[in-house]
């Protein structure tokens, strides 16, 4: 049985310039509902042992190297790199798949230096496929939000130059004070158990879905996001999912209105009422969809609510 | 035991030894089971506001020319910072960082434990190298004191 479980997949700790310790950052994950995280240290994988020690809830162990020229996310990875002495980028993401990690882009648009130092994506990635994933929204609304936007846009033009891309959500975890959004997280599509080798799994494989509390779950003759269909006449059955978004009812409000589909070249091809559905497409060869759930947040506006990652064809 | 100093030494960085590294290599001799690291650098924040809006606008039309109106306000980025952390290295593997914007540290590195961070093990002899990653100098100079001893038992 597949489920969708919400993670945090971005977390610093004292280990390096977080404000709380392993042991906080978990208790504070657990009380926000979360299933899962990846602990991201800048630079460092001392904070793991802790993890292990402590953890009741899933942990994937990561590093975000933050270099002066974009900071690159590794889980789960055997070895670490010299991050301060990149000179072929391409060779380092190498390095870190080769290991058995995964490779990520964070924030890729947000300001860098000396702002925040090196936190803009400048390297030239020469091949794409050596990117797993991108974080696409970073704490805060996502339209409002200039480096959300933009790492939006950017990822789709790479879905639609054919590379297969995760999309995640991070909210850059420092600290438990000051967090906007707090139910907002990446929800990652798991069969069974969530454990941290499920979680890798999911990112590898696509199953994600960034969102601010509800998710979708879709279902296409038993394939879903993440899955190639075959492409010609397709059902989607669509079924929405407010728990998580309930449990955060008193620090803000959503209020879904509009599925829309988009495929290559940020087109939409569906756009209808939110609410459970089946809805049938004439899907493409060589493409992808990817469902946007949108609507009011806190009583207002039309905001992007959850977003899933593609199901390609 | 016995502490002895096995490196001391101040830096003096600019502007343009932003994105780089400086490098301090020092010997660690047979015995030692813990090195501490006391680190300082001073200052940490531009106090020069004319100076950070003009920073904070090139940094804005660098990074995101498309977006320039929407960051109507620079006094969030306010004050900009130096940042110069550290990473350490055994004559053998990487032993951990420090990546924090404390303007003053003190680490200890041993067999049983090791500052956040650091990754704690045996205290090989050899030739280590402390690294200053200077991500970014936004003050006209910018002085780094580095004090690195070693503890051996007699």
Same mark, same amino acid.
């Given at each position: 049985?597949?489920?969708?479980?919400? #993670?945090?997949? %971005? #977390?610093?700790?004292? %280990?390096s310039d977080?404000? !709380?310790?392993?042991?906080?950052?978990?208790?504070?994950?657990?009380?926000? %509902?979360?299933?899962?995280?990846? +602990?991201?240290?800048h630079n460092?994988?001392?904070?793991?042992?802790? =993890?292990? +020690?402590?953890?009741?809830?899933?942990?994937?162990?990561?590093?975000?190297y933050t270099t002066y020229h974009g900071h690159i996310?590794?889980?789960?990875?055997?070895?670490?790199i010299d991050c301060f002495n990149i000179s072929d980028i391409?060779?380092e993401?190498?390095?870190?798949?080769?290991?058995?990690?995964?490779?990520?882009?964070? %924030?890729p648009?947000q300001l860098g230096t000396p702002i925040c130092t090196g936190g803009r994506w400048d390297y030239d990635?020469?091949?794409?496929?050596?990117?797993?994933?991108?974080?696409?929204?970073?704490?805060?609304?996502?339209?409002?939000?200039? =480096?959300?936007?933009?790492? *939006?846009?950017?990822?789709?033009?790479?879905?639609?130059?054919?590379?297969?891309?995760?999309?995640?959500?991070?909210?850059?975890?420092?600290?438990?004070?000051?967090?906007?959004?707090?139910?907002?997280?990446?929800?990652?599509?798991?069969?069974?158990?969530?454990?941290?080798? *499920?979680?890798?799994?999911?990112? *590898?494989?696509?199953?994600?879905?960034? /969102?601010?509390?509800?998710?979708? /779950?879709?279902?296409?003759?038993?394939?879903?996001?993440?899955?190639?269909?075959? #492409?010609?006449?397709?059902? !989607?059955?669509?079924?929405?999912? /407010?728990?998580?978004?309930?449990?955060?009812?008193?620090?803000?409000?959503?209020?879904?209105?509009?599925?829309?589909?988009?495929? *290559?070249?940020?087109?939409?091809?569906?756009?209808?009422?939110?609410?459970?559905?089946?809805?049938?497409?004439?899907?493409?060869?060589? /493409?992808?969809?990817?469902?946007?759930?949108?609507?009011?947040?806190?009583?207002?506006?039309?905001?992007?609510?959850?977003?899933?990652?593609?199901?390609?064809? | 035991? &016995?502490?002895?100093?096995?490196k001391e030494t101040e830096l003096h960085l600019s502007p343009e030894d932003s994105k780089s590294n400086r490098y301090i290599s020092f010997?660690?001799?047979? @015995?030692?089971?813990?090195?501490?690291i006391t680190y300082s650098y001073s200052p940490k924040a531009l106090e020069d506001k004319e100076k950070s809006y003009k920073l904070i606008k090139e940094n804005i039309l660098r990074d995101a020319p498309?977006?320039i109106?929407?960051y109507?306000?620079y006094?969030?980025f306010m004050p900009l910072k130096n940042l110069v952390t550290l990473s350490l290295d055994?004559?053998?593997?990487?032993? $951990?960082a420090a990546h924090r914007h404390d303007e003053s540290q003190?680490?200890?590195? $041993?067999?049983?434990? &090791?500052?956040? $961070?650091?990754?704690?093990?045996?205290?090989?002899? $050899?030739?280590?190298r402390l690294s200053l990653n200077v991500h970014a100098v936004v003050t006209e100079v910018c002085t780094c004191k580095v004090k690195i001893? @070693?503890?051996?038992?007699?």
């Amino acid at each position: 049985m597949k489920k969708w479980y919400p #993670c945090e997949l %971005h #977390c610093h700790t004292l %280990h390096s310039d977080g404000s !709380f310790s392993v042991k906080e950052l978990l208790a504070t994950a657990e009380a926000r %509902h979360l299933s899962g995280i990846c +602990l991201t240290d800048h630079n460092t994988v001392s904070g793991w042992e802790e =993890a292990e +020690l402590y953890a009741d809830i899933p942990v994937l162990k990561g590093t975000e190297y933050t270099t002066y020229h974009g900071h690159i996310l590794s889980l789960n990875a055997e070895k670490t790199i010299d991050c301060f002495n990149i000179s072929d980028i391409d060779k380092e993401l190498k390095a870190i798949r080769e290991s058995g990690g995964l490779v990520g882009m964070a %924030h890729p648009y947000q300001l860098g230096t000396p702002i925040c130092t090196g936190g803009r994506w400048d390297y030239d990635v020469k091949d794409y496929s050596l990117i797993n994933y991108m974080e696409i929204w970073s704490e805060g609304e996502m339209l409002m939000t200039p =480096a959300n936007y933009r790492a *939006k846009s950017r990822w789709l033009s790479l879905l639609d130059e054919g590379y297969r891309i995760t999309p995640t959500f991070g909210r850059d975890w420092h600290r438990a004070e000051g967090n906007k959004l707090t139910g907002a997280c990446t929800f990652l599509l798991i069969d069974g158990e969530i454990t941290a080798e *499920k979680m890798k799994t999911a990112i *590898k494989e696509g199953r994600t879905q960034l /969102s601010l509390g509800i998710f979708m /779950s879709i279902d296409t003759d038993g394939k879903t996001v993440g899955d190639t269909v075959k #492409c010609g006449k397709t059902v !989607f059955n669509i079924t929405l999912d /407010s728990s998580r978004a309930q449990l955060f009812r008193s620090e803000y409000t959503l209020y879904p209105e509009t599925i829309r589909v988009i495929t *290559k070249g940020n087109t939409a091809v569906y756009e209808g009422k939110a609410a459970d559905c089946s809805l049938t497409l004439e899907t493409e060869e060589n /493409s992808y969809y990817i469902f946007e759930l949108w609507g009011k947040l806190n009583g207002e506006g039309n905001h992007l609510l959850a977003l899933t990652g593609a199901i390609y064809t | 035991m &016995a502490e002895i100093i096995l490196k001391e030494t101040e830096l003096h960085l600019s502007p343009e030894d932003s994105k780089s590294n400086r490098y301090i290599s020092f010997t660690v001799p047979e @015995g030692t089971e813990k090195l501490f690291i006391t680190y300082s650098y001073s200052p940490k924040a531009l106090e020069d506001k004319e100076k950070s809006y003009k920073l904070i606008k090139e940094n804005i039309l660098r990074d995101a020319p498309e977006d320039i109106e929407r960051y109507t306000d620079y006094e969030v980025f306010m004050p900009l910072k130096n940042l110069v952390t550290l990473s350490l290295d055994s004559p053998t593997e990487f032993r $951990g960082a420090a990546h924090r914007h404390d303007e003053s540290q003190h680490h200890e590195i $041993g067999e049983q434990f &090791a500052s956040p $961070g650091f990754l704690k093990g045996k205290i090989n002899e $050899g030739q280590w190298r402390l690294s200053l990653n200077v991500h970014a100098v936004v003050t006209e100079v910018c002085t780094c004191k580095v004090k690195i001893e @070693g503890e051996t038992e007699q």
